[in-house]
């Protein structure tokens, strides 16, 4: 079973940066796709960065293009997002999802279902993200 625990939230000024870490049991992070998702108060669920494990190829909302970046660390195993330039929009509950089945991640970024959570078999409780003007 995969149990993914973020960490890394915190409050800071527009224009600063946070790191985010998602650690996982279960998992090695080697294969399939992992992705970033953030939910702020009375909205829905989005997608904001998603990576494909064996393509090493990362997608980003339009949002956060240029600002945000996703990676892994297989040794940890860890994947982080890296947040630059944040702004008092992107404050919501971050969280991290996994889903260990390649085929269904192959062509999810270019299909951009990556975009659903619907996708991901495995998700972490959320770490807080506020951004103050």
């Known amino acids: 079973q995969v149990q993914l625990v973020e960490s890394g939230g915190g409050s800071v000024q527009a224009g600063g940066s946070l790191r985010l870490s998602c650690t996982a049991s279960g998992y090695t992070y080697s294969s399939g796709c992992v992705a970033w998702f953030r939910q702020a108060p009375g909205k829905e669920r989005e997608g904001v960065a998603f990576l494909y494990i064996d393509g090493g190829i990362a997608y980003y909302a339009e949002s956060v293009r240029g600002r945000f970046t996703i990676s892994q660390d297989n040794a940890k195993p860890a994947v982080y997002l890296q947040m630059n330039s944040l702004k008092p929009e992107d404050t919501a509950m971050y969280y991290c999802?996994?889903?260990?089945?390649?085929?269904?991640?192959?062509?999810?970024?270019?299909?951009?279902?990556?975009?659903?959570?619907?996708?991901?078999?495995?998700w972490g409780q959320g770490t807080q993200v506020t951004v103050s003007s």
């Open positions: 999802a996994a889903q260990t089945l390649e085929y269904l991640c192959r062509l999810a970024g270019p299909r951009r279902t990556w975009l659903s959570s619907s996708e991901y078999k495995a």
